[in-house]
């Protein structure tokens, strides 16, 4: 997008960036556990209840109709902004979550048998790990994980050497939460494909920072959420190849999903029907296209830009604290600062920024293998959003300042 | 002192900060002061659940009466520990069971008296009147 972005405007679009906590300006930079919401999600998921409720898919009067119309255009807006070839290869969830869930138990039981193996990395959010290690428990499979280096990157020749060991299934994320790395996904993609592997790619730290074209990428699946993206929650997709999808067995039953029933046997709805079992969320569902339309009016070059100027800044000034130690140094780094100061434990100093204003998440991060690398227990990590300036960075720095004198 | 003298001293120190941080800096410096638990205590057993960062709690009893000591990797949660210790500890199984610990409130420190914290001080009070429970079950 060519026109000029106002910062300001932006920040305007977000009511609940203007408030105060214990009576300072909030600054809030927990953007990686939840974004903050503008107003046109709001009002879109608003305007539904007003006027356009009814149940989708289902009704023949008019607004049932209407809805359904929405919440099939919402689908193929989805569909169109991550290139997917069809629309109905985008199955909409409750979140990133779900849709992992809907992929280990589902393409797990079509592809996965006793002493098979699944990969995934050592980075991964506890959502992209714990259902395939769990699957791999129920099919007694292995789980094998890719580790990472102390910098937070994978390495490639590792994983090749994991491949060899023909897993059927591997699945790591695009951005890791808790270091920011950004994964080279399109060569590891690439990697696995030789071999003939299906790949799920977790996208939920990635939609709303980086434009995703899954046809480019040539990723099986791919998820996220909607409320990391300017979205509600309760809302996200599972994007899924076609032949994939196709093969697979339901993963819940219900209303919706199924063609016939009779009292011996059901068959099952097209796609994406089957994968949606009972009345979704047409509220959240709608609000999350809201949400994306923002994020591609703002344009991903822009927030690309305009957030590594954020993290830049915020890691070269956060260095002039002496001991602080930062956790994922990767060169390909998304908008995470992850880090420790000396011995001070991260509650301690997410407890006092919070008490000047400041949001941050402290803690493991669901991501516990990651702290188990590195031998601690948490960290306090900074995550920024479009909407976030460096005048905010200022804030959060001087205020790690202050938190480090009060405890040292 | 009764709980509720102790409550009200505590309330007293604190009410001598208007600022937020300098009530921190007292709390912060009450960690430091924190009745050491003993080293062989300092075991998952006496881990709290529930806190992000790791609180030991150890309860002894004698001459019908509750002694904590306590030790966290936070400081500040420290200093909340100390807090509770100050207000419990040597009282009466029956006083411990009946304490109101409203002052956390009035001092300043709502915010961590909700459940949705992952703080664990109400873990941590829970806790120490399931210890004043057991006690009170031994004395009968
Ligand atoms: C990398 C990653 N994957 C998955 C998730 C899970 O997302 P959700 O809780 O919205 O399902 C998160 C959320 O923190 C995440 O950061």
């Known amino acids: 997008m060519s026109h000029h972005i106002d910062l300001e405007d932006i920040r305007s679009e977000f009511p609940a960036l203007h408030q105060l906590v214990y009576n300072k300006p909030l600054v809030y930079l927990d953007n990686a556990a939840t974004t903050q919401k503008p107003t046109s999600v709001i009002k879109r998921m608003f305007q539904y209840y007003e006027q356009e409720n009814s149940n ?20 193929a807006y989805v569909a169109n902004l991550i290139h997917a070839q069809y629309a109905h290869e985008v199955i909409f969830t409750r979140g990133a979550t779900e849709a992992i869930n809907l992929v280990a138990s589902s393409l797990g039981e079509l592809l996965l048998q006793t002493n098979d193996s699944v990969l995934v990395t050592a980075m991964e959010h506890h959502s992209n790990f714990v259902p395939w290690q769990q699957l791999c428990k129920r099919k007694n499979a292995h789980l094998l994980t890719l580790p990472f280096s102390r910098e937070g990157e994978l390495d490639l020749e590792e994983y090749a050497a994991l491949l060899a060991k023909n897993p059927k299934i591997v699945a790591f994320t695009h951005i890791s939460n808790t ?29 709303a920072h980086k434009a995703v074209d899954v046809q480019d990428l040539d990723c099986d699946f791919f998820v996220f959420s909607a409320h ?53 969320d047409v ?21 690309g830009n ?99 004198r009060m405890l040292s | 002192m009764t709980t509720a003298e102790i409550q009200q001293q505590i309330i007293d120190e604190f009410s001598a900060f208007d600022d937020w941080m300098d009530k921190y800096n007292l709390l912060i410096e ?18 709290i659940s529930g806190c992000q960062s790791r609180v030991w709690l150890h309860a002894s009893f004698t001459d019908n009466k509750v ?26 199984p029956d006083t411990i069971l009946a304490a109101d610990m409203g002052f956390l409130d009035q001092i300043g420190l709502k915010e961590h008296l909700s459940p949705t914290r992952s703080n664990g001080l109400l873990s941590m009070i829970k806790q120490m009147k399931m210890y004043a429970q057991v006690f009170k079950l031994k004395m009968a």
């Open chain 1, 56 to 75: 989708i898919h289902r009704g023949v009067h008019h607004l049932s109709q209407q809805a359904t119309e929405a919440f099939e255009a919402a689908r």
């Open chain 1, 179 to 207: 270091l920011g790395t950004i994964n080279p996904i399109r060569e590891m993609i690439g990697m696995a494909h030789e071999k003939g592997i299906p790949v799920l790619i977790d996208g939920a730290q990635s939609i």
């Open chain 1, 228 to 280: 990391k993206a300017y979205g509600p929650m309760g809302a996200g997709v599972l994007y899924g190849k076609q032949k994939w999808l196709d093969q697979m067995p339901p993963y819940q039953y219900g209303g919706e999903m199924v063609d016939k029933v009779s009292i011996s046997q059901t068959s099952f709805n097209v796609l994406p029907f089957k994968f949606e079992a009972g009345t979704p």
């Open chain 1, 283 to 303: 509220a959240a569902v709608l609000g999350m296209e809201t949400a994306l339309r923002f994020i591609s009016d703002v344009g991903y070059d822009w927030i």
């Open chain 1, 306 to 404: 305009h957030e590594h100027q954020l993290v830049d800044y915020a890691t070269t000034e956060l260095s002039q604290i002496a001991d602080i130690r930062f956790f994922g140094q990767s060169a390909h780094k998304a908008s995470v600062v992850s880090f420790l100061v000396g011995q001070i434990h991260p509650f301690d100093l997410g407890t006092l920024l919070d008490k000047m204003g400041v949001a941050v998440r402290t803690g493991h991060h669901c991501a516990q293998p990651v702290m188990d690398f590195y031998g601690i227990h948490g960290t306090v990590r900074a995550s920024f959003a479009l909407y976030n300036t460096i005048e905010e960075v200022d804030v959060f720095v001087s205020a790690v300042k202050k938190a480090v």
């Open chain 2, 30 to 47: 009450m960690g430091k002061d924190t009745p050491v638990i003993d080293a062989q205590y300092k075991t998952n057993n006496h881990l």
């Open chain 2, 67 to 92: 002694f904590f000591t306590a030790d966290s990797d936070a400081i500040i949660t420290k200093g909340i520990v100390n807090l509770l210790i100050r207000v419990l500890s040597g009282q009466s």
